[in-house]
């Protein structure tokens, strides 16, 4: 065997195939846990990420450039220093991972410690080569190259430090229903979604106030929407508008185009009945080209959630009311009634606010 060259011959060698291993080890056990394969003591360590992005994404994202690299480093020498840093920038993510198990996960993932161990057992190879030749480099006595050992030393010992810092800065738990609630209040609105300036209109489907305004109401949308982003909350004063508002969201999320002229006919129907049906709303929905669609239980709930979180964050009591908001100054104001919440009136208020 010893006449192959490509066999390992010096222990630097076997250190680097040690390494090398390690490394493959490394992205196979990130495929395994991207496919979920793992066990369920790994399932809470699913529920966390890292600057938004799944663990096992990082994985892949760090182990294919490293034995790119590796490779790069049999004509490149120079690049085995920069997988060197990869791998102690690496070990200090790790190092917090093992920390957020132990004492914010409070159980332990054996994928998860299984590559910690890969990149531990690399980045000790590696520092086993790097004795070496500091070790040379000092026998040999030229300063100058005993001082760019240890600057190379030191530079690893900075890049530990700051895999370590960038993962506790980016390690977060990842809320599931808390994305899925902010997905439903994204696809409730409607105007402007960058913008600054947020309005939200709060009526409630028996209240005589709210359906005398509710053609106003049409007329001014989308000047309001060109300036705004547009919110309709129900509040429900009246029992009969809970009977009205998984209907409305339904139309609000799935119907945007058409949603004011349905809005307008859950109006009328509203005139008619407290307890809408099915087949009612499915009527209203076919005259107006469109299919309802009913939503799941748990988007009903999170916006009835979120309708009640509203009118305790603005302090709402009755309708029809509308809160004008600037998100960036936190700044806002009130329109109470139909002879309040006039074009002209939410215009200037727009306007004012904008400018504060």
Same mark, same amino acid.
Not at 166 to 185: H, I, S
């Given at each position: 065997?010893? !006449?192959?060259?490509?066999? =390992? ?123 070496? @030749? ?73 209240? =005589? ?36 508002? =998984? ?7 799935? !119907? ?69 908001? !600037? ?23 727009? @306007?004012?606010? @904008?400018?504060?």
């Amino acid at each position: 065997m010893s !006449n192959v060259s490509w066999w =390992p011959r010096k222990l630097e060698d076997w250190l680097y195939v040690i390494v090398i291993l390690a490394t493959v080890a490394g992205l196979v056990l990130s495929g395994v846990s991207y496919l979920r394969m793992c066990s369920e003591a790994c399932s809470e360590v699913h529920n966390w990420r890292l600057f938004g992005m799944p663990f096992e994404y990082f994985g892949g994202l760090f182990f294919i450039p490293l034995l790119i690299l590796f490779g790069l480093a049999t004509k490149f020498p120079w690049l085995k220093f920069l997988c060197g840093l990869m791998l102690a920038g690496a070990a200090g993510a790790e190092v917090k991972f093992i920390l957020l198990q132990k004492y914010q996960i409070c159980s332990w993932c054996p994928i998860c410690l299984t590559i910690a161990a890969c990149i531990f057992v690399a980045c000790a190879a590696l520092f086993v080569i790097y004795a070496m @030749e500091l070790k040379t480099l000092i026998a040999r006595g030229v300063r100058g190259d005993i001082m760019t050992g240890f600057l190379k030393g030191f530079t690893g010992l900075s890049l530990f430090a700051l895999g370590f810092l960038l993962a506790t800065v980016g390690c977060m738990r990842f809320d599931p229903l808390a994305a899925q609630e902010a997905t439903v209040k994204d696809s409730m609105s409607f105007g402007k979604k960058d913008g600054a300036i947020e309005i939200y209109m709060f009526t409630d489907w028996a209240c =005589p106030a709210c359906r005398e305004m509710e053609h106003d109401l049409e007329k001014m949308a989308p000047d309001i929407m060109q300036k705004a982003r547009l919110t309709f909350v129900d509040y429900a004063i009246h029992t009969e508008t809970l009977n009205y508002s =998984p209907y409305n969201v339904s139309f609000m999320i799935k !119907n945007k185009p058409e949603y004011f002229k349905l809005r307008s006919d859950l109006t009328e129907l509203s005139l008619k009945t407290a307890t809408p049906t099915d087949e009612q709303v499915e009527k209203i929905a076919e005259k107006e080209g469109v299919k309802y669609q009913q939503l799941n239980y748990s988007d009903i709930t999170l916006s009835q959630k979120y309708f009640k979180q509203l009118a305790k964050q603005f302090g709402v009591t009755k309708t029809p009311t509308m809160v004008i908001i !600037n998100t960036k100054t936190k700044k806002g104001k009130k329109l109470i009634g139909v002879p309040e919440i006039t074009e002209s009136n939410v215009l200037k208020a727009v @306007e004012s606010l @904008e400018k504060e």
